[in-house]
């Protein structure tokens, strides 16, 4: 059976890059524990020297291609991310949200550096 493609989306705009990252690194992670395929928008191939309207063509065009998308829990304080997320609802696509409180409760201890 073939794995459901997931896209990530949260703040990136705003942070420090090494932050941004390991955001979204740590999220691929998961989602890969439990079965997804991932698209980070962190690993899109984009120089950061590019517009903000450039990243967020690319991403959104990336973000089409899967079958969910996944809202990092700072996800509403990304301009970005919130246009993501309309145009995912707008769509109709299936959304989840992270929620680290609730994803504590599993053991996810055979993830190294999680």
């Known amino acids: 059976m073939k794995k459901q493609k997931v896209y990530i989306s949260g703040k990136i705009s705003g942070l420090k890059i090494e932050d941004a990252k390991a955001n979204f690194a740590k999220a691929e992670r998961v989602l890969n524990l439990v079965g997804y395929d991932t698209i980070n928008p962190m690993d899109s191939g984009l120089d950061e020297k590019y ?64």
């Not at 969910?68 to 707008?90: M, P, Q, T």
């Open 51 to 114: 517009p903000w309207v450039m990243h967020m063509i690319v991403d959104v065009f990336n973000m089409l291609r899967c079958n969910k998308v996944y809202f990092l829990e700072n996800y509403k304080e990304s301009r970005g991310a919130k246009i993501e997320h309309r145009i995912a609802i707008f769509f109709r696509m299936r959304i989840l949200y992270q929620r680290w409180n609730y994803m504590k409760q599993f053991n996810l201890s055979t993830v190294k550096n999680l």
